[in-house]
């Protein structure tokens, strides 16, 4: 088992970045593909982006495509989401969550590991 514990989440202007961070308590780390969902209020959970456990592929949302960068330093057993040219549409309780296997799911129900998630507000 795995735990999760996002951070950096915060309060933003349009227009400008954040970056959160999901710290993982397993040295195995590096075995897990990652992912971010976002949920805002009266809305599904959805897939943001994902990044795989070995070659590091990834995979995005298109509302993340070209502005939102997976990351992640098995060495600090974090994975991190660099947002920018942030928009009000973005505001959203931001999850990570880890499988264990290859591949990135997009599909919620594909991870059996969550963080509390960390709010991130955009203002107009």
């Known amino acids: 088992q795995v735990q999760l514990v996002e951070s950096g989440g915060g309060l933003v202007q349009a227009g400008g970045s954040l970056r959160v961070s999901c710290a993982a308590s397993?040295?195995?780390?590096?075995?897990?593909?990652m992912g971010w969902f976002r949920q805002a209020p009266g809305k599904e959970r959805e897939f943001v982006a994902g990044?795989?456990?070995?070659?590091?592929?990834?995979y995005y949302a298109d509302s993340a495509k070209g502005r939102f960068t997976i990351s992640r330093d098995n060495a600090k057993n974090t994975v991190y989401l660099q947002m920018n040219s942030l928009k009000p549409e973005d505001t959203a309780v931001y999850y990570c969550?880890?499988?264990?296997?290859?591949?990135?799911?997009?599909?919620?129900?594909?991870?059996?590991?969550w963080g509390q998630g960390t709010q991130v507000t955009v203002s107009s």
């Open positions: 990044i795989s456990r070995s070659d590091g592929r990834t």
């Open positions: 969550a880890a499988r264990s296997g290859a591949g990135v799911p997009v599909l919620k129900s594909e991870y059996p590991y």
């Open positions: 397993r040295r195995t780390f590096g075995s897990y593909a």
